[in-house]
């Protein structure tokens, strides 16, 4: 059996781990692979290799830099179809899917293309007499990266790219679930023209995160996964001096105005809900339906529900794939089973749904429930599958003050013909990524993305101009050059501009 290991310095190495986890195809249920849990020694390895790597690529040019990041963006693009396969094979979902995460990824790449403008310091001429300030940005040295299995390509990109074209190296520890796509770019960046040492990965668990959280050698600490870890990891790094951004969960809804194209509503809220099996952090989970568009949205739910495709991620009809474990799959069907006994309808019940020639695969179909309310299991736990919860409420502002009210705040959508309701919608409701008409309202890689409240622990989005923020420090130098024999006369009072 396979087993995936470390890529530290520029080779795939074992280090001194002994423990495993296995790797799982989600659409047959079998073990596929080991992947090699780390000991804090394979951090501290990989931070070393990072270091050494660091004196020398902080010092390379933006020209150089730029040259590697270009390199990149064709290779992701060359093997686009292959890493979406090996995505599809550990995480369940389609190629096609993998493809799109892939392709969001390389716009960051993209984005971290344009360095030369993007880092550019300011300069003031003569803010006082003879006196010029300007200032520039620099790295800050090794940084870490912890993701998620839900993105295992996408994620990673919103970091690596702008943390490395900035002048920092770079420590990855991916998924244990779907660890295979971040060996695979670390071969692409060596293929690139990236030195050895500058992009490493450690695979691993909790002993593999705290060795991060605490290591003495790592400045800065991005974290994207579930709310309870983004807390643990942000207090962890910042109490140990370290910058830290930390994206949680989600409990993402779609508000129907009586006023939309249900039809169209329907179709982008389905697609929304169940695409990726309802794993994505900006899955949509609730549809709120607003006075009467209820009574005429829920069948059309129900019917487009009913006509997702479910298989295998490598089918080339399939819609959706299944979950990416067993526990997943049960935590999903548990949470639709106990809908019923605390007052919810289901309209349409995924459980049970059997693939043919993928009978042990970790499938479950789409599932509808309505009548669902706020206090609710189905409402309030991050369920993270393929379940659409339909909430009815009597105006927009309640719907605001609902979606207000949650703890979450990632991302949310309006479906609406009224330009003042969607004004009025994106103004008032507290959540960072606003869709109007738009499902899934992931932001260009040249915004920022992020979440409000539990969604991101701490105050620094990802990628775009806060993805350079973060991942640099600023200076700013105030200098003097005297003509020959000028006399300055030095002041014993605090300095002031004249
Ligand atoms: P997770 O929190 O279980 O794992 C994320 C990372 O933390 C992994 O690398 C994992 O190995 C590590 N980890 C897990 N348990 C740990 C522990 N006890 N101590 C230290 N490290 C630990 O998340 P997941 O199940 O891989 O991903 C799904 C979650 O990620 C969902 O909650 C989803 O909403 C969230 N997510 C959020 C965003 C966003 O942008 N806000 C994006 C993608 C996923």
Not at 131 to 138: A, E, G, K
Not at 153 to 171: D, E, K, Q, R, S
Not at 264 to 270: D, G, L, P
Request: charged share 20%; hydrophobic share 40%.
């Amino acid at each position: 059996m396979n087993t995936i290991k470390h890529w530290i310095n520029g080779s795939a190495t074992s280090g001194a781990a002994t423990r495993t986890s296995p790797v799982f195809n989600p659409a047959t249920g079998e073990e596929q692979a080991r992947v090699l849990l780390a000991e804090s020694s394979d951090v501290d390895a990989a931070v070393s290799a990072a270091a050494t790597a660091f004196e020398t690529w902080s010092e390379s040019s933006l020209t150089q830099r730029t040259q590697v990041m270009f390199a990149f963006r064709q290779l992701l693009l060359k093997h686009e179809e292959e890493l979406g396969r090996i995505i599809s094979a550990e995480h369940g979902k389609t190629v096609d899917d993998a493809r799109g995460e892939i392709a969001r990824g390389r716009e960051v790449v993209e984005f971290a293309c344009g360095l030369g403008d993007i880092l550019k310091g300011s300069f003031s001429d003569q803010v006082s007499r003879g006196v010029d300030v300007h200032d520039f940005r620099q790295p800050l040295g090794v940084v870490a990266g912890i993701t998620p299995f839900n993105f295992p390509a996408m994620v990673p990109l919103w970091m690596h790219p702008i943390a490395i074209a900035t002048g920092n190296t770079f420590v990855l520890k991916p998924s244990e679930r779907d660890p295979s796509a971040a060996n695979f770019v670390a071969e692409l960046y060596r293929e690139a023209g990236l030195p050895d040492g500058v992009f490493n990965v450690v695979h691993g668990d909790k002993t593999a995160v705290d060795a991060i959280l605490t290591h003495p050698g790592i400045e800065a600490v991005s974290f994207v996964g579930s709310t309870p870890i983004a807390k643990y990891v942000h207090e962890r790094a910042t109490s140990a001096g370290k910058r830290a951004q930390a994206l949680g969960g989600a409990k993402n809804h779609a508000v129907v105005l009586p006023d939309a194209d249900l039809e169209f509503a329907a179709n982008h809220i389905t697609a929304g809900a169940y695409g990726s099996a309802g794993e994505r952090c900006m899955a949509l989970s609730v549809a709120v339906a607003v006075g009467d568009a209820a009574d005429r949205l829920v069948p059309l739910l129900a019917r487009k529900a009913g006509e997702v495709k479910v298989g295998p991620g490598d089918a080339w009809d399939t819609d959706m794939g299944p979950l990416v474990t067993k526990a997943a799959q049960e935590r999903v069907e548990n949470a639709v089973a106990r809908a019923p006994g605390q007052g919810a309808t289901v309209v349409i019940d995924g459980r049970g749904l059997k693939v043919e020639g993928h009978e042990n695969g970790f499938f479950t179909g789409p599932s509808l429930l309505d009548h669902v309310t706020t206090e609710m299991d189905a409402y309030r736990e991050e369920l993270f599958g393929p379940v659409l919860a339909v909430v009815r409420v009597d105006t927009l502002d309640e719907a605001i003050a609902l979606i207000n009210a949650n703890p979450y705040g990632n991302g949310t959508a309006v479906f609406t013909g009224s330009g003042e309701a969607a004004r009025r919608f994106q103004r008032r409701v507290r959540v960072g990524m606003i869709g109007v008409n738009v499902p899934v309202p992931v932001p260009m890689s040249y915004y920022s993305f992020g979440g409000w409240k539990d969604s991101l622990i701490g105050d620094s989005p990802i990628h775009g101009a806060e993805g350079i923020r973060f991942y640099t420090r600023p200076k700013v130098v105030t200098s003097r050059w005297p003509e020959s024999r000028q006399q300055v006369a030095a002041g014993f009072s605090f300095p002031t501009s004249h």
